[in-house]
Structures are given as structure tokens and as C-alpha cells.
């Protein structure tokens, strides 16, 4: 199957610092990824959709201001956690779509677990 | 409403033994797909298995098959011979409409524990 590279794994910050978070689509090229966020013993939760070249589509109740998507190329989105607090302590994972004719498939990043102390 | 239900928090299973996990969906577009996913505590997401609703038949993925009953709405992972390593978060998503909208959505996960 395809890989998808998410980058960091893991990552500590203080509280107030930001955090990039990468991910890379290493054997095709795709359009559109989406970054979700899961908390422990829960199911993923859809953040925002990122598109090439335009700006992302944010879920209700996600801040586009805290959570800075970037999609500058057909292989990279980055997820940015700007002014990170305690709360934003979470495991956040990539995924993206590749199309094939009728069919599309998304696959998944490893997850990056942020601890903000 | 939820667009994917899994009533399933846990489930154990010994070793060998096959395992259900029950998936149940609701959507009114006759054009959607079901896909299920292991995660591991390492919290990596790995594709196993995808049905699509005009999918004629059962689809299988070596030990993987999924028990599409598209009356029911149901889309339940059968296990087969489980091994330890199957010990993890299984989650079922859909996605509704053509290639141009893909955003899946996830149940809450199924907890499978294996043991010897």
C-alpha cells in the first residue's frame, strides 16, 4: 500500500511554544489530507481538511487561528499548534487521499503524540 | 445520530478462536464505502479491509473478511484464527458519496484482546 511519513512521532513543548507537525505522502501524490485528533481510548476526531494550494476546511469548533494548516505541495501538510497549552496535549494523526479512478483511499500517518508541559 | 456504531467497548477472544466485531451504519447515499482499521498502542492507523456498497461479494483480506449485510446496514470484521498481535483498537469508518468527497467517518472502537 501507499505510505504516508508523519513527523514527529512524538514531541514535548512548554506551554506557550508552538509545534509543527509533518505529513508527508512518499509514494504518490495527493490533493487532500486530513488531520484528526484522538484522544486516549476514543475515536478520531476529523479537525480539519487540507487541501493543495487553498486553505483548509475547518471543523465546527476547531480553531483555524490555534491549529495552522499548510498545504504547499502535493506531497507535504503541515499541522501547526500554535501557543500550545496543556489541553492541546493529544495524539494527532494524518491521513492521505489518494485517488485511483472510481475508487479513493486514504492512508494513514503514524500519529504524532504531543505532550505540552 | 451516529453514522457508524460499534456497540462493542471490548472484546476478548483466545488465541485461534475467530472473532465478530459488529459495525453497523446509517446513510441515505446509495454509493459508500467501509473500511476497517487496526490501530496498535503504538497508535498507527493500518488499513485491513474495504467493502464497497455495490461490491457484490464478501470482501476478504487473508484472515480479514468483512460480513457485508447491506439490508441490515452492517458491515461486521470477522477474525479469523487470532493470533496475539490482533491484540488492538479496530475501528470501522464510511465514506459516503463518489471519489470527489472522501472524509470518512469513524466509530468509537472496538478494544479486541487476544489471549493465549
Known amino acids: 500500500g501507499a505510505v504516508v511519513s508523519q513527523h514527529p512521532s512524538w514531541v514535548i513543548c512548554k506551554s506557550g511554544t508552538s509545534v509543527k507537525i509533518e505529513c508527508r505522502s512518499l509514494d504518490f501524490q495527493a490533493t487532500t489530507m486530513f488531520w484528526y485528533r484522538q484522544f486516549p481510548k476514543q475515536s478520531l476526531m476529523l479537525m480539519a481538511t487540507s487541501n493543495e494550494g487553498s486553505k483548509a476546511t475547518y471543523e465546527q469548533g476547531v480553531e483555524k487561528d490555534k491549529f495552522l494548516i499548510n498545504h504547499a505541495s502535493l506531497t507535504l501538510s503541515t499541522l501547526t499548534v500554535t501557543s500550545a497549552h496543556p489541553e492541546d496535549s493529544s495524539f494527532y494523526i494524518c491521513?492521505?487521499?489518494?485517488?485511483?479512478?472510481?475508487?479513493?483511499?486514504?492512508?494513514f500517518g503514524q500519529g504524532t503524540r504531543l505532550t505540552v508541559v | 445520530a451516529q453514522k457508524i456504531t460499534q456497540t462493542q467497548p471490548g472484546m476478548f477472544v483466545q488465541e485461534k478462536e475467530a472473532v465478530t466485531l459488529d459495525c453497523t451504519y446509517d446513510t441515505s447515499d446509495p454509493s459508500y464505502g467501509l473500511f476497517w482499521y487496526k490501530q496498535p498502542s503504538s497508535g498507527e492507523m493500518i488499513f485491513l479491509i474495504y467493502?464497497?456498497?455495490?461490491?457484490?461479494q464478501n470482501a476478504t483480506e487473508g484472515r480479514y473478511s468483512l460480513n457485508f449485510q447491506k439490508a441490515r446496514k452492517s458491515a461486521n470484521l470477522v477474525i479469523s484464527a487470532s493470533q496475539l498481535g490482533d491484540s488492538a483498537m479496530y475501528f470501522c469508518?464510511?465514506?459516503?458519496?463518489?471519489?470527489?468527497?472522501?472524509?470518512?467517518?469513524f466509530g468509537r472502537g472496538t478494544s479486541l484482546i487476544v489471549h493465549p
Open positions: 469508518a464510511m465514506r459516503e458519496g463518489k471519489g470527489g468527497s472522501y472524509i470518512p467517518t
Open positions: 467493502q464497497g456498497s455495490y461490491d457484490q
Open positions: 491521513s492521505a487521499r489518494r485517488d485511483t479512478g472510481l475508487n479513493t483511499e486514504a492512508f
